[in-house]
């Protein structure tokens, strides 16, 4: 039977801030430049970098990028809503790079590995695109800036000036799944966003028992970015659990 080790981030101090202890519950708040401002507050977490380069990359060996984390072993489900602004700077701080800024779920195996499910945007010659994407050791495997992220509920993330989308990581065994939803309640999977159509996971044979989970947000913008976390779930569940559907997609 499984079973939910945090509904919600009621369980950390009511309100946190980076130069306060650290938060209850075995979450670990990480900025190594000092420079973010990470708040816990009425169950939503807010980050906000400033301009400049932060980020989580091995190839650069940058591992700046403020999260907040926790320790968790065996198979999970892990999802939260994502709110911001995603509009990055004209230039990037970063020599050779296109301005960006991004922010979602982070799972950190060991070391300098990480694996990324976040929602982004960045500007090339100009033109801003937003959408999902995927990485694994900081490289990007996966990315939704084609035709079929062009589908209706695409305007459901659209609130105001802001953006809100649900991103949700699933570990079943050594195998990561991936999911988005404009709702929280409706998951899609895929390459281009039709249910049950493309790859939704990868199989890692080197996938630790226990790793780190949480939220991070990243950004190479010349100007402040800031992002809202709320609606999160960590769910915990042994490998056999008939409970954890195998492919909660949206529904047709």
Not at 109 to 129: D, M, V
Not at 132 to 151: I, K
Not at 228 to 234: A, I, P, S
Not at 237 to 247: A, N, R, W
Request: charged share 25%.
């Amino acid at each position: 039977m499984r079973y939910q080790i945090c509904m919600s981030f009621l369980l950390l101090a009511p309100c946190t801030v980076l130069s306060a202890p650290a938060p209850k519950g075995g979450w670990e708040l990480v900025d190594p430049d000092h420079d973010c401002k990470i708040v816990i507050k009425d169950k939503t977490v807010t980050m906000e970098i400033p301009g400049g380069d932060h980020d989580l990359a091995p190839k650069r060996k940058c591992f700046n990028a403020p999260r907040l984390l926790r320790e968790i072993e065996g198979d999970f489900i892990m999802q939260a809503r994502i709110c911001a602004s995603f509009c990055p700077s004209a230039k990037s701080s970063v020599a050779g790079e296109e301005p960006r800024v991004a922010a979602g779920l982070v799972l950190i195996p060991a070391g300098e590995n990480c694996i990324r499910l976040e929602y982004k945007a960045y500007r090339r010659k100009g033109e801003q695109s937003n959408g999902p994407a995927f990485r694994m050791r900081g490289e990007q495997m996966w990315n939704m800036y084609v035709d079929g992220w062009e589908l209706p509920w695409q305007q459901q993330i659209r609130k105001g000036n802001e953006e809100r989308i649900y991103l949700r990581l699933d570990r079943r065994g050594n195998s990561i799944y991936r999911f988005l939803s404009p709702d929280g309640k409706n998951w899609y999977a895929g390459s281009d966003m039709r249910p049950g159509i493309g790859t939704v996971s990868v199989e890692l044979s080197d996938l630790p028992a226990k790793l780190k989970v949480g939220l991070a947000a990243y950004s190479n913008s010349t100007e402040p970015f800031k992002v809202r976390f709320d609606q999160f779930k960590l769910i915990r569940g042994p490998k056999k659990d008939k409970s954890i559907p195998e492919f909660p997609l949206a529904s047709h």
